[in-house]
């Protein structure tokens, strides 16, 4: 059924619903004592005010289910079941990335947390705060069932995602348990953010409570922390950015406050700055402003690398690969040029992980809050203070020339796309590898979340659907662009959109390809001498052709297509969008040409191996 809008009956009473908040409710639940240990580590989920967890359910938690259920009633926190881990956790990544506030997802024991992984990975690349709970069988052996509590026991489960989460925890008691919730969300959201993994002795979920330990106020165990600027540091910054001719600040892991935003455009005026964004992170400044230096890119564009290589003072906010986005730009990692950092990044740097990019050389370096920095500016700038009023309007659309006749062009599809919502304030909440950022400018911080993080394939659903979820209040549009084979390994995302009452407009970049591997296979075959045309095998998906828009349907949503015309593409937006507006979850297959830009395509071949002389 494509009609996603209409509630449907729900076991337990459920009637006919518009919001996630009516849907699941308990029967028979009224106010009780806590009776067992799950009651209060569910009680003390609630006194973090978190609205929603994530979950794909497991015998491991299944203490906790019942007290979230039939004890806190299904809300705060509200469930939302999730067909694979994986999802859970992306739908926790996205809330983040719009709220900047930390989201609860719930995995069963070894293995569901093993299928959970690329997830956390993903969360904590993107330096995002995420709560996840999991599981395990009786630590006391004794206890055990036999056979399965068994397979579902580990004797370190955090060990699993220790080099990619802040910290975890298993903690021993329910006293233990309430102190864990509370040290892991408050450092999930201190700076840097990332995810942390609390693991729960099944046996201590299920204990009978010898004396309730009460309930903390968590106001009191949440210090704010960002470190405060050195004065002396922020004096001589100023000092050599008042005094540099062709500075250039490189805006990277900024807050999406609009008064923050205003600040940064005030700096920039001031400065008469050059600004380079990265596509990774999401709307920091409007892109197509005169001061902004080529497309936001992974990697960097012309006139962005020509702007850092003319700097004589860069200021670089929190920017993800300040090493290797000097490198690329000037030849080498320490250029003849003054390099201003503010970060917190160094605070989680492991010998796992290499996410941490290269080592950057810097002339002055301040631990803390970008926009802090940039606001202490303004203020010995004597720069007037920016009203509150986000006056920027969206960028006019301009229609390409038409390309293939099957097949749309990358341009084609996001100017399509642009055209039908701009009226409707869309959010972009993920876009595929092949988006060329100067197709889609950029005038509001809400007008792009940014990407995955950790360039797991098959995070964009998930992620879109979290994002969404952190949307529904909003006058945005939950907008949503993703390849086609980030789709077939996330599609079941949708499930949970649907079932939620979560709207949600997904257009699929469908080059039936794994086109990312082609560029590679090509590069390798020129360097090799060996024929270029065989790139494709291993990477088409074709013979048969993969029915996308039933893969939509079969989870509730509306499938739409294929699109190969511009005028094809159109109808179905209006179609999709009108059901979108109506609650629903829509999906247009869109069917495009393979291709990168240039600064893509030269970015991810990089470097091949030398090659001997052919005999």
């Known amino acids: 059924m494509h009609d996603a809008i209409k509630g449907h009956s729900q076991p337990g009473g459920g009637t006919e619903t518009d919001s996630p908040a009516d849907l699941e409710r308990p029967d028979d639940v009224g106010a009780s004592p806590a009776h067992f240990g799950s009651d209060v580590i569910a009680r003390t989920l609630r006194s973090l005010d978190i609205p929603y967890i994530a979950l794909n359910p497991g015998s491991s938690y299944r203490g906790l289910h019942d007290s979230i259920v039939n004890y806190l009633g299904n809300t705060a926190p509200q469930m939302l079941l999730c067909l694979h881990e994986e999802h ?148 001589e910054a100023a000092k050599l950015l008042r005094n540099a001719k062709r500075p250039v600040i490189l805006m990277g892991r900024v807050s999406r406050k609009d008064r923050d935003w205003l600040n940064r455009r005030a700096l920039v005026d001031t400065l008469d700055a050059r600004v380079v964004t990265h596509k990774k992170v999401g709307s920091v400044y409007p892109t197509d402003h005169e001061t902004h230096a080529g497309a936001p890119s992974t990697f960097l564009e012309a006139e962005s690398k020509q702007a850092i290589r003319e700097a004589d003072v860069i200021l670089s906010l929190y920017w993800p690969d300040l090493a290797g986005t000097v490198k690329v730009a000037c030849g080498r990692v320490d250029p003849d040029k003054k390099i201003i950092s503010i970060s917190t990044d160094h605070y989680i740097h492991n010998a796992w992980s290499m996410d941490h990019q290269a080592h950057p050389a810097v002339d002055l370096f301040m631990p803390g809050d970008p926009d802090r920095l940039v606001e202490r500016l303004l203020e010995i700038y004597e720069v007037p203070k920016r009203g509150e009023v986000m006056d920027e309007m969206p960028a006019p659309v301009q229609r390409p020339e038409s390309g293939d006749p099957d097949h749309l062009t990358m341009a084609e599809l996001a100017a399509c796309v642009r055209e039908k919502t701009i009226a409707r304030k869309p959010t972009l909440l993920h876009v595929p590898t092949s988006w060329n950022s100067a197709d889609w400018h950029f005038r509001h911080p809400m007008d792009y979340i940014g990407s995955d993080g950790g360039g797991g394939i098959g995070g964009g659903p998930g992620i879109a659907v979290g994002a969404a979820l952190a949307l529904l209040d909003s006058d945005r549009l939950p907008l949503a662009l993703v390849g086609d084979g980030d789709f077939l390994m996330g599609a079941t995302a949708l499930w949970t959109a649907v079932h939620y009452r979560i709207p949600l407009l997904m257009v699929i970049a469908n080059n039936q390809s794994f086109y990312n591997d082609e560029v590679h296979q090509a590069k390798i075959a020129k360097a090799r001498q060996r024929p270029v045309q065989n790139k494709w095998i291993g990477q088409r998906m074709t013979d048969p052709e993969i029915a996308l828009c039933k893969i939509a349907e079969a989870q509730g949503a509306l499938g739409l297509g294929p699109a190969r015309s511009w005028d094809q593409l159109a109808d179905l937006l209006d179609t999709g969008l009108a059901h979108v507006d109506a609650g629903g979850v829509a999906v247009i297959d869109a069917r495009v040409i393979p291709g990168y830009t240039k600064s893509v395509e030269d970015g991810m071949a990089g470097q091949i191996a030398f090659v001997p002389e052919r005999r």
Request: glycine letters at 6%; aromatic letters at 6%.
């Open 88 to 235: 859970a956790v992306a739908i926790a990544h996205g809330y983040a990335k719009v709220t900047g506030k930390p989201m609860l997802a719930a995995v069963h024991s070894n293995v569901g947390l093993m299928h959970a992984t690329m997830a956390v990975f993903n969360a904590w690349c993107d330096r995002v705060p995420l709560v996840l709970l999991g599981a395990t069988g009786p630590i006391d052996a004794a206890k055990r069932r036999p056979f399965i509590d068994w397979l579902h026991t580990a004797k370190d489960q955090g060990l699993l995602v220790r080099h990619y989460t802040k910290w975890d925890d298993q903690p021993a008691s329910v006293a233990a348990a309430q102190e864990s919730l509370l040290r892991a969300t408050w450092i999930s959201q201190t700076e840097p953010q990332g995810p942390v993994y609390i693991n729960l002795d099944s046996e201590i979920q299920e204990s009978v409570l010898q004396s309730d330990p009460g309930e903390p106020d968590p106001r009191r165990f949440m210090p704010a922390t960002v470190p405060g600027l050195n004065e002396s540091d922020v004096s």
